[in-house]
């Protein structure tokens, strides 16, 4: 339903999308089918968009697990010690550079269009951790308390200069 939703806003918003592209877990590709069938856009699947590792804390919702994983993030946030990680997780270093990567590949694989216009389906974690790092005009308190619910969505500029991503204009739309 909230997928159905999103789809009327980005039918009335978005007349000229180009491509999407997902993450390649099932509900960021079944989000993805479901804009392909109602945009008529085919989507593609891009690893590095998937959610962040929690390493050992994966699919662990307990209160001790929460405990750890709000440390991490008030590691990474409060203490600015970027490449913190829980074992077998991710450091929010890693997180960034692999969107920043990504971002960097889309912008030149498409070079030629200037006015491209992609979705791009991934997740909530992804994006509060590594677009604030990503933006140069985010305070720190937006970087700690930025939250984005499911469906909600944000239309970037990436504007760079030989080959770096200098900074992204982002507009979070509800």
Not at 42 to 51: A, G, N, V
Request: charged share 25%; aromatic share 10%.
């Amino acid at each position: 339903m909230q997928v159905k939703s999103l789809v009327k806003i980005l039918e009335l918003s978005y007349s000229n999308i180009d491509k999407i592209i997902c993450s390649p877990l099932k509900r960021a590709v079944d989000t993805a089918k479901i804009l392909e069938e109602k945009i008529g856009v085919k989507y593609e699947i891009d690893s590095r968009l998937i959610e962040f590792s929690v390493g050992d804390l994966e699919g662990k919702s307990d209160s001790k697990s929460w405990t750890k994983f709000m440390d991490l993030w008030n590691e990474w946030f409060e203490n600015g010690n970027l490449d913190a990680s829980l074992p077998g997780g991710e450091s929010l270093s890693q997180i960034s550079k692999r969107i920043k990567n990504f971002l960097i590949d889309v912008k030149q694989r498409y070079s030629d269009n200037p006015n491209v216009e992609i979705i791009v389906v991934c997740h909530g974690g992804v994006i509060m951790s590594s677009f604030p790092f990503l933006v140069s005009n985010l305070s720190q308190k937006f970087r700690k308390f930025f939250l984005i619910n499911t469906t909600d969505y944000i239309s970037i500029e990436i504007l760079e200069s030989e080959n770096i991503v200098n900074s992204i204009r982002c507009t979070l739309r509800k």
